[in-house]
């Protein structure tokens, strides 16, 4: 994964938080790529506003920041998986995710 250092000098690990048949449910960890904490929390916020999904979300869990270069390092020494960049989600995948 390639991360663009316009986008933000950090990486951020976002849980997300929402409600099905009132159980509070809760999703994989996303990335966002910002400036600051409060950046991330925006981009987030606007990325869900945009899709006009009738249930309501709520940051759960905000990871605190990584460097650009020290979290690709991590992924490729631990050959982990890198989670998904929310930005990068089309529509129809993030609800497909969460089965709206």
Known sequence: MLF???EGLYIFEVTLGFKVD???????PYLVQADDPEEAEEKVFEYIDDL???????????????G??????HMEE????SYPLLGELSEEEFKDFFAF
Do not use: M, N, V
Request: hydrophobic share 25%.
């Open 52 to 66: 006009d999904i009738e249930h309501e979300f709520w940051i759960e869990e905000l990871s605190a920041p990584y």
């Open 78 to 81: 631990s050959e982990a998986k």
């Open 4 to 6: 663009d250092p316009h």
């Open 68 to 73: 650009i270069e020290e979290y690709t390092e």
């Open 22 to 28: 009132g159980a509070r449910q809760y999703s994989t």
